[in-house]
T-cell receptor
Framework: KNQVEQSPQSLIILEGKNCTLQ??????????LRWYKQDTGRGPVSLTI?????NTKSNGRYTATLDADTKQSSLHITASQLSDSASYIC??????????FGKGTTLSVSS | GAVVSQHPSWVICKSGTSVKIECRSL??????MFWYRQFPKQSLMLMAT?????????EQGVEKDKFLINHASLTLSTLTVTSAHPEDSSFYIC??????????FGSGTRLTVV
């Protein structure tokens, strides 16, 4: 069964700290993996997109990694800010079909 | 990057009335758009795929007569929730695919049926 599982479900960190969110998937055939940030009451905004051959991709303080062999991805947030508080969604594009969404990790950054 | 505009951002309607939500691709043409529904603390659930010039493809369990989709042009898809009931209250999000930027999502519409 094609699934995308994210951990942890929720996370609370202090402002300025780093954190890493995990994504494991069983989607096949694989096309690409995306990380989105979704603020409460808003639509998801793309952070990174990685294809099979890409191991790492950065977007400012966000760095995503992909291990296509183990079917794992991570999103690392450096020097967190209050504005990073949001839901982070891992999405896998199954080749030839629509997107498969993880349930997201809710990140709360406190001062 | 690609921009998808969704309108309205929120709407409150009476039970039994219909509500139309618009999704526009502002700087690119989208032959295919997608409509999602999201419940609190849940991920996005695909409702239907909107195809320009043809009928939408609905996911299993989604009532096509309840959720009418029209994709009349390459930049506009609409979702009409007909005879809305309180259980239809949810967050509705559209997305469109652009070759350069991939999937881009609208900002969502919060529907509350009272």
């Amino acid at each position: 069964k094609n699934q995308v599982e994210q951990s942890p479900q929720s996370l609370i960190i202090l402002e300025g700290k780093n954190c890493t969110l995990q994504c494991n998937y069983t989607v096949s055939p694989f096309s690409n993996l995306r990380w989105y940030k979704q603020d409460t009451g808003r639509g998801p905004v793309s952070l990174t997109i990685m294809t099979f051959s890409e191991n790492t991709k950065s977007n400012g303080r966000y760095t995503a990694t992909l291990d296509a062999d183990t079917k794992q991805s991570s999103l690392h947030i450096t020097a967190s800010q209050l504005s990073d508080s949001a839901s982070y969604i891992c999405v896998v594009n199954q080749a030839g079909t629509a997107l498969i969404f993880g349930k997201g990790t809710t990140l709360s950054v406190s001062s | 990057g690609a921009v998808v505009s969704q309108h309205p951002s929120w709407v409150i309607c009476k039970s039994g009335t219909s509500v139309k939500i618009e999704c526009r691709s502002l700087d690119f043409q989208a032959t295919t758009m997608f409509w999602y529904r999201q419940f609190p603390k849940q991920s996005l659930m695909l409702m239907a795929t909107s195809n320009e010039g043809s009928k939408a493809t609905y996911e299993q369990g989604v009532e096509k007569d309840k959720f009418l989709i029209n994709h009349a042009s390459l930049t506009l898809s609409t979702l009409t929730v007909t005879s809305a009931h309180p259980e239809d209250s949810s967050f509705y999000i559209c997305s469109a695919v652009d070759r350069a930027y991939g999937y881009t999502f609208g900002s969502g519409t919060r529907l509350t049926v009272v």
